[in-house]
């Protein structure tokens, strides 16, 4: 039953449903809460939380508020992620700004990139996680690429972890460079995939309402899946 009210709220956050099925105990209420944290969308859910608390139930016609207490709670998290998506925001706006100012191009992947697709209302209460970011110059094979990316990496953090597509850097806390954006398990399909990345046209790629350039609908669709 919780499971089906969580996913209801969801619901309501994105604007496919205007009310819960049933309204939720203080219990039931405290259950949202910890679920929506164990899944990482506080501040998603409390988009919900805040459309029940202006809008009636479509059988009793009463608000299906939460507990004031965890209101506020709820609140003060959304707040948070509020302001640390701005600050991860303007740390990936200057991370391309530099990246472009050393020679690179660039692209935001997932996290800040992906929230850019969401509604403007939910858009600053996506979780934000570590800055990742597809590095690239022109006229470099796939193979050179990798190199150039992990030298340049080295400069920045002489400590800094390389793995089959990225290398880690202490920058912003963490910063994840990229020389492909995914990789697969099998090599055959890996090869053709890699392929695909290294030949796409990524001048395609547009400019994020955040000020960062991001890939495409159709270069997410591969690489994330």
């Known amino acids: 039953m919780i499971e089906q009210t969580f996913f209801e709220l969801i619901q309501v956050a994105i604007g496919t449903r205007i009310c819960l099925s049933h309204t939720p105990s203080a219990d039931e209420w405290g259950e949202l809460y910890a679920m929506a944290k164990k899944q990482s969308l506080v501040g998603v859910c409390f988009a919900g939380v805040q459309r029940l608390a202006t809008s009636t139930g479509s059988a009793?016609?009463?608000?299906q508020e939460s507990p004031e207490m965890l209101y506020l709670t709820w609140m003060g998290m959304a707040a948070k992620i509020q302001q640390r998506n701005e600050v991860v925001n303007r740390q990936c706006a200057d991370l391309q700004t530099k990246l472009a100012a050393d020679g690179f191009e660039s692209c935001v992947l997932k996290g800040q990139g992906v929230a850019s697709l969401y509604s403007e209302n939910l858009r600053g209460l996506r979780q934000s996680g570590d800055i990742e970011v597809?590095?690239?110059?022109?006229?470099?094979?796939?193979?050179?690429?990798k190199a150039t990316v992990i030298a340049?990496?080295?400069?920045?953090?002489?400590?800094?972890?390389?793995?089959?597509?990225?290398?880690?850097?202490?920058l912003y806390g963490e910063v994840e460079?990229?020389?492909?954006?995914?990789?697969?398990?099998?090599?055959?399909?890996?090869?053709?995939?890699?392929?695909?990345?290294?030949?796409?046209?990524?001048?395609?790629?547009?400019m994020s309402v955040s000020g960062f350039v991001m890939p495409n609908a159709e270069y997410n669709l591969v690489f994330m899946l």
């Open 60 to 63: 009793t016609e009463q608000r």
């Open 134 to 145: 597809l590095m690239w110059k022109d006229g470099l094979s796939a193979k050179e690429n």
């Open 152 to 170: 340049y990496a080295k400069t920045l953090d002489p400590e800094a972890r390389a793995s089959e597509h990225h290398i880690a850097v202490n």
């Open 177 to 206: 460079m990229h020389y492909s954006p995914a990789y697969l398990c099998n090599p055959f399909d890996n090869r053709k995939m890699q392929q695909w990345f290294w030949q796409y046209d990524r001048s395609k790629f547009p």
